[in-house]
């Protein structure tokens, strides 16, 4: 079966293969290759890079128990500065959560489908409120009579490539993962038609990840412990840079 990640459209991963050297953040001085996680700011010059503007505002709520250097969220912010706020709190921040314009993304047990939603309430959404947790941690949040006000929304059947899946099951997606396709499916829903990989640059640094752990593994011969048959034997590559072979 082949990954989900070798369909997507994304840009040239040519400006991330020449930022060899570590950088210092203009506004922390932390050491970074390519982005700093704690500022959000881009090492690699962002004319180079893409960038995005999403249909709706998204606000993560990232639980202060979350390692930011592990969080698969904080490419997205790099990526869509402006459609994208992560707060990082075990309580609610004073966003905007209004049930008539907001979505929750989350497979509650009365989640619907994107495409089930009332077409109403997606034609007037305007935010999407996301968590950034372990599934341990994510109660924390649930329990808030703000967040249980809102409409939960659920992928379909997705299997995730994250290189740290919980075990808890496959369709369980990675932070990132679960906003792609969110995107993929809401714009399906929206515009009834199929999908044309317009947020597909959504998972650029997250494919790039994923492609040095696997030529890690590979080139090392070493076996991936943690997830049975992780490891692939070969990476992904952007159409632009299949053209350069």
């Not at 990082?88 to 008539?100: E, G």
């Not at 047990?109 to 495409?115: C, F, L, Q, S």
């Not at 006000?149 to 997606?173: G, P």
């Not at 070969?234 to 350069?244: F, R």
């Amino acid at each position: 079966k082949e990954l989900y990640l070798h369909k997507l459209k994304l840009s040239s991963f040519e400006p991330l293969d020449k930022a060899n050297e570590r950088r210092k953040c203009p506004k922390c001085d932390r050491s970074k290759k390519l982005y700093c996680p704690y500022c959000y700011v881009s090492l690699v010059d962002t004319s180079l890079i893409p960038q995005l503007t999403l249909p709706l505002h998204v606000s993560v709520l990232q639980h202060p128990k979350e390692k930011v250097e592990r969080s698969s969220i904080i490419p997205a912010k790099v990526l869509a500065p402006s459609s994208l706020d992560i707060y990082r709190m075990a309580s609610l921040p004073a966003i905007h959560l209004d049930p008539n314009d907001t979505l929750f993304l989350y497979p509650t047990e009365t989640a619907k489908a994107i495409k089930d939603v009332d077409r109403d309430l997606l034609k007037n959404a305007k935010h999407l409120l996301m968590i950034d947790s372990t599934w341990a941690q994510v109660q924390t949040f649930l329990k808030l009579p703000e967040v249980k006000k809102l409409t939960a929304v659920k992928i379909s059947a997705a299997e995730t490539t994250f290189w740290r899946y919980q075990q808890v099951d496959s369709t369980n997606l990675a932070t990132v993962e679960a906003l792609y396709f969110f995107f993929k499916e809401y714009d399906e829903a929206m515009n009834g038609s199929e999908y044309d990989g317009k947020y597909d640059n959504l998972l650029y640094f997250y494919t790039y990840n994923y492609n040095i752990i696997q030529e890690r593994y590979i080139n090392e011969k070493k076996e991936f412990t943690r997830i049975p048959n992780y490891i692939k034997g070969e990476i992904v590559k952007p159409k632009e840079d299949q053209h350069k072979q």
